[in-house]
């Protein structure tokens, strides 16, 4: 997983797995997709942590199930649900760059609530940042059924430090759903939207946008034992996207899809699973998407897994339908910018090996090979001739294949001293010019040790090192590699915790986007107060 920003708290944070874009990731929150029909990706940055249980990672092509954009794999974010006895937990976090961090959670029976409020002054200029994050859950069970209604809401005010030092960004973004299940009769349904309104002002530049967008879907999932054929899923989906944009205008996208899951013991260590998905949309046309796979586990501590699968990536309706507009080039003259409304999606073919064998108690070893060939990458060029003017417009430019390998290892040095490492290797290139593809390093290689005891001691070291990677699709240009350092501790006393972080402990110089450097070394100081 790569994990990539252009600055601190006010930037985007982008993860793309796999050799993949950050717009082939698909985001569900609670599994509902909130990734944006405007920009095609969803910044993570976007979501505080206090109402968040757990995060679910696959790092595999499902458009087999999700649909469109779940080309490099799919983030499923759980939100905390209610629980059987009421609880509350008050936290506050100070630290540098005047950061500050404010929560206030509680859950009961049949209710999950959090309040959330972060801010900093930056580490410079007009990086400055200002966010909020609410969230209610109710649930209700109702003799066979369950009823579950959330609402999630986030704002924030963000300084934006290039290209200019005066820029800025506010987000007002909502989330709506009523989950509705019935375990007697196999049925899940979904109803949801969600909204999201981006406003960006630069006042040097005289641009002003605000790109406004309302999804709406309704999901319904059947399951049912289907005898010596196992076990069935089927599915039906639609999803309407609004959007009103001063850079793409107003548009309706429409889209309905119908999916079918089988799982099948071919042994008592053997299973089948196989899936296949029907997409089709009026602005994009139609899709269909297997996905197979097999699951062995010859030995109770060997498991071995092979999967093969389709999916694609949907032009966004910015790069559809974006208007002519006109800005200020660095070299001084005049820059346009306009949609293709005739783009492909892009499409992918996966397969994925992965052998896991368990030495022991908290000790495994893990091997992956992962190889993907993409037709019809989307992408922005400038194809103006001119040395000062620029015309930048999307099309269908080449193809890509990405194969690279995971290595993973973790193992008990003491009975409460965990370490692990990790290690990826890909080469990530467009198999037309056989040029890497820009912001995908060749090798990634992470290290830590965890500990924890009795007494409520907590602490966790952790390495991280990126390697060189490209900043422009002439490989002309790069970053260079760099190696970062975070430690956490926390200790309980009663109803208490006290936590301390150091992030960047060795305060490296590094930049994960070109000409953003990052912070240096941060510490933040802060209590939880359960009850």
């Known amino acids: 997983v790569l994990v990539k920003a252009d600055r601190d708290l006010s930037s985007a944070i982008q993860v793309s797995f796999r050799g993949s874009t950050t717009q082939q990731v698909l985001v569900l929150l609670n599994g509902t997709r909130i990734n944006s029909p405007t920009l095609g990706s969803f910044d993570l940055g976007n979501l505080l942590l206090t109402d968040v249980e757990r995060i679910e990672i696959v790092k595999s092509p499902l ?27 008050l936290a506050a976090r100070s630290g540098s760059f005047s950061t500050y961090n404010l929560s206030l959670s509680g859950s009961g029976p049949n209710y999950f609530f959090s309040a959330a409020k ?24 109702l003799d066979q059924i369950n009823v579950e209604a959330g609402l999630k809401q986030y ?58 967008t309302r999804t709406r879907s309704f999901n319904l999932e059947k399951t049912a034992n289907l005898g010596v054929v196992g076990a069935g899923l089927f599915g039906f989906e639609y999803r309407r996207d609004n959007s009103n944009s001063t850079d793409s205008g107003i548009r309706l996208l429409e889209n309905r899809a119908a999916y079918v899951q089988d799982e099948l013991s071919l042994a008592e260590a053997a299973k089948l699973v196989f899936g296949l998905r029907y997409d089709d949309n009026a602005a994009y046309g139609n899709h269909y998407n297997p996905r197979i796979g097999l699951a062995l586990s010859p030995r109770p501590d060997l498991n071995v897994k092979l999967s093969w699968g389709t999916a694609f990536r949907a032009p966004t309706i910015n790069d559809l339908y974006w208007t002519s507009d006109t800005y200020p080039t660095w070299a001084g003259g005049v820059g346009t910018s306009e949609g293709n409304p005739n783009l492909k999606s892009e499409t992918a073919s996966s397969l994925d090996l992965t052998i896991e064998r368990n030495l022991g108690p908290r000790s495994l070893i893990r091997f992956s090979y992962f190889l993907s060939a ?77 500990y924890h005891n009795q007494a409520g001691v907590k602490a966790n070291l952790l390495m991280k090192n990126v390697g060189e990677q490209f900043t422009n699709t002439a490989n002309t240009s790069k970053l260079e590699p760099y190696t970062i350092v975070d430690f956490m501790f926390s200790k309980e006393l009663g109803k208490w915790q006290l936590k301390f972080d150091a992030e960047n402990l060795f305060n490296a110089s590094y930049v994960e986007t070109a000409r953003s450097p990052m912070p240096g070394r941060k510490y933040s100081l802060g209590f939880n107060y359960k009850w």
């Open 63 to 89: 458009s087999a199930l999700y649909g469109a954009d779940a080309v490099g794999g799919v983030i499923n974010i759980i939100t905390r649900p209610a629980t059987e006895q009421r609880q509350y937990d």
């Open 374 to 450: 993409i037709k019809d990458l989307i992408q922005w060029a400038n194809t103006s001739s001119s040395t000062v003017d620029e015309f930048w417009t999307p099309s269908n430019v080449s193809n890509a294949n990405i194969q690279g390998v995971e290595l993973e290892y973790s193992q008990p040095i003491l009975e409460s001293l965990d370490s692990f490492v990790n290690l990826t290797h890909q080469n990530a290139k467009d198999s037309d010019s056989d040029k890497f593809l820009v912001y995908r390093p060749q090798n990634r290689f992470n290290a830590g040790l965890n």
């Open 118 to 141: 972060l801010g900093s002054a930056g580490f410079s200029d007009n990086n400055d940042y200002q966010g909020q994050d609410f969230n209610l859950r109710l649930s209700k069970n």
């Open 155 to 212: 704002k924030a005010d963000k300084g934006i430090a290039s290209p200019t030092a005066q820029a800025r960004q506010t987000e007002n973004n909502l989330f709506y759903d009523v989950k509705v299940r019935a375990d007697n009769l196999g049925l899940n349904s979904t109803i949801a939207q969600s909204e999201l309104d981006q406003s960006y002002n630069n006042a040097a530049w005289g641009i002003f946008s605000r790109h406004q």
